[in-house]
T-cell receptor, first 109, second 119 residues
Framework: GQNIDQPTEMTATEGAIVQINCTYQ??????LFWYQQHAGEAPTFLSY????GLEEKGRFSSFLSRSKGYSYLLLKELQMKDSASYLC??????????FGAGTTVTVRA | GAVVSQHPSRVICKSGTSVKIECRSL??????MFWYRQFPKKSLMLMAT?????????EQGVEKDKFLINHASLTLSTLTVTSAHPEDSSFYIC???????????????FGPGTRLTVL
């Protein structure tokens, strides 16, 4: 089975940096994904890690440590539109995704 | 990125009726599509894996006779909720697996979701 944990909520100020942690214990590992989901909408793909290290894409970066079963998503220069739920998902050997419960990020002016 | 559509976006039906939801990959071929449901403020729960030309694979606890899946072509999968009841009310989301995504090897792109309300 899969066990994926991430914080429920985080609040930060516009322009600041927020780091969302995700820990996982899975029966198979074939990559870790981060998705952004606004209320009432479908998730949109943000990042993918399969090897250890940091992947940077503009204001968003994602880090993976496979030995520790740990990942984080870093959001820099926060904007109001970044207020959303961020989902950590682990892909297994059958290419199925298992999702964490999501972290709701609220950006305040 | 790849585009996936879903239709309808919202549906309200009476208890006992059946509802069909379509999922289409618009600019790529998807041999594999996935169906999820999501309750308010909860994460996505995988219901089944839909493979083109073969039977769907259902996750444990999902009734295959209630949630009928048909993946008739490389760009279309349908989910039919049969004899719907109020407890089937949920947000249903499909995703399609794109093999041509260089960045992620292959990744899943999600449709916009279908809000089902059963009265």
């Amino acid at each position: 089975g899969q066990n994926i944990d991430q914080p429920t909520e985080m609040t930060a100020t516009e322009g600041a940096i927020v780091q969302i942690n995700c820990t996982y214990q899975t029966s198979g590992f074939n990559g870790l994904f981060w998705y952004q989901q606004h209320a009432g909408e479908a998730p949109t793909f943000l990042s993918y890690n399969v090897l250890d290290g940091l992947e940077e894409k503009g204001r968003f970066s994602s880090f993976l440590s496979r030995s520790k079963g740990y990942s984080y998503l870093l959001l820099k220069e926060l904007q109001m539109k970044d207020s959303a739920s961020y989902l950590c998902a682990v892909r297994d050997g059958d290419y199925k995704l298992s999702f964490g419960a999501g972290t709701t990020v609220t950006v305040r002016a | 990125g790849a585009v996936v559509s879903q239709h309808p976006s919202r549906v309200i039906c009476k208890s006992g009726t059946s509802v069909k939801i379509e999922c289409r990959s618009l600019d790529f071929q998807a041999t594999t599509m996935f169906w999820y449901r999501q309750f308010p403020k909860k994460s996505l729960m995988l219901m089944a894996t839909s493979n083109e030309g073969s039977k769907a694979t259902y996750e444990q606890g999902v009734e295959k006779d209630k949630f009928l899946i048909n993946h008739a072509s490389l760009t279309l999968s349908t989910l039919t909720v049969t004899s719907a009841h109020p407890e089937d009310s949920s947000f249903y989301i499909c995703s399609a697996r794109d093999f041509n995504e260089r960045e992620a090897g292959d990744t899943q792109y999600f449709g916009p979701g279908t809000r089902l309300t059963v009265l």
